[in-house]
Nanobody
Framework: QVLLVESGGGLVQPGGSLRLSCAASGRTFSTYTMGWFRQAPDKEREFVAVIRWIGGSAVYADSVKGRFTISRDNAKNTLYLQMNSLKPEDTAVYYC?????????????????WGQGTQVTVSS
């Protein structure tokens, strides 16, 4: 059974940084694609970033391009999301997700496994 556990959320001022972590277990993830999504109150869950577990280039939402970086540490079985230059509109619950296969899809419904989410609040 795949288990994804996010951590690292919190309250940060505009312009600040946070790094989210997602500890993954229960599978060998070499044939998986890993993504970050977010959901703000009264809004639909939206794509943030995606990367293949085996590496290669990442894909980002236009709203975070140049500010956020997705990465993974194979030895630690952990996915990361480094978030810089945070804005109030980045406030949301952030979710880690995994899907079997190597297509870097951006639609939430294509992901099989989800973490419980971690709250990120950007406010002065």
């Amino acid at each position: 059974q795949v288990l994804l556990v996010e951590s690292g959320g919190g309250l940060v001022q505009p312009g600040g940084s946070l790094r989210l972590s997602c500890a993954a277990s229960g599978r060998t993830f070499s044939t998986y694609t890993m993504g970050w999504f977010r959901q703000a109150p009264d809004k639909e869950r939206e794509f943030v970033a995606v990367i293949r577990w085996i590496g290669g280039s990442a894909v980002y939402a236009d709203s975070v391009k140049g500010r956020f970086t997705i990465s993974r540490d194979n030895a630690k079985n952990t996915l990361y999301l480094q978030m810089n230059s945070l804005k109030p509109e980045d406030t949301a619950v952030y979710y880690c997700a995994a899907r079997e296969g190597l297509a870097r899809t951006t639609a939430p419904e294509t992901y099989n496994y989800w973490g419980q989410g971690t709250q990120v609040t950007v406010s002065s």
